[in-house]
Every structure is written in C-alpha cells, then in structure tokens.
C-alpha cells in the first residue's frame, strides 16, 4: 500500500478511509483547515497580540485615520502661528516627524513578524500540497500498473506492448524533479 509520508500523513488519516463519497471531498479541504488550526494553536499569546495590532494598523480606516490627524496637527501649528501664539511644533514640524517615525519603526516590526508567521504557515501548505501531489502520481502510476497488468491477464485482451502506459507506471523520480527546480534549464 503506498502511504504517505511528512506532512501528509500527519494531516490525513489513511487507517480509517472515508465512508461515503461526501466524506472523500473534504478530505483535502479538513486537512488544510487542520493545519491552519494547529498553526493558530501553536502561535504563542504574544505573537497573536502581534497579529491584531497588525491587523488593526493593516485597515484601510487607520491610514484614512491618520491623515486628518496629521493635517489637524499641521494646521492647528499654523493657525496658531498666524494668530501670533506660540506653536507646538513650528514648521518643518519636527515632533511630528519623531512621532511618525517612533511608531513606523515598531508597527513595521509588527507587520513583519505577522508576515512571518504568516510564511511559515504558506510554507506548511505547500509542503503539504507537493506531499499530496507525490502520493496522487504513486497512486496514479500504481493504477495504471494494475491496469496493464490486467489487460495482459485477460485472455480476451490481445497483448500488446505499450510504451507509453509502461511509462506512466513508473512514478516519478523527485529527486530529479527536486534537481530540475534547483538547477533550472537555460531557455535556448
């Protein structure tokens, strides 16, 4: 029985096949919620703290927020120098540029880390998906050998040799995909 290996058979539970055809096709889709589950199980209480600040500085209103503020700022510096007052932060506002700076800084290390995060679970998913692709072409290729070996069993069957189906039965070499995509071909 070809089984699979990694990620994949951590995810999918081949001891205990489907029993109806509407279990079958969640089958991929369970495994890819149960894999953002554990993820989001793993994330430790300080990075999902990271994840809503990001995701609360990541909306579109915050920078709609931040720019009438700023103005606000701005123009309440120049009316009150027009009036004669003593403003806050004169022209070329430079508490103003501290304080954007002072918080860019942090908020950048905030996206940067959700994105982080973020990968590792893209990363996840991938591996999960190439392990699933590599089992499906196991499967593939041990049907078609099933098949061949059938048609040459059937006595009704006239016996013929065929290149391209013995092929087929032949799963493919990942180390040589893996090289392939390491060592990519030039273009001619």
Sequence with gaps: ??????????VIDVTHPPASPDQLDAGPASATARLSADHQLETAFVQRIVDRVTAFVARPWFVI???PV???WIAGNYGARLAGWHALDAPPFNWLQTVVGIVAL????LILSSQRRQDQLSSHREELALELAILNDQKTSKLIAL??????DTPIISD???AIAKAMSTPADTQVVIDAIKNPAPFD
């Design 147 to 152: 098949l061949e070996e059938l048609r040459r």
């Design 160 to 162: 013929r040799t065929d």
């Design 65 to 67: 927020m931040l720019v």
């Design 70 to 72: 700023m103005l606000a």
């Design 1 to 10: 029985m070809i089984e699979p290996t990694g990620l994949a058979a951590a």
């Design 106 to 109: 942090p908020i950048a290390g």
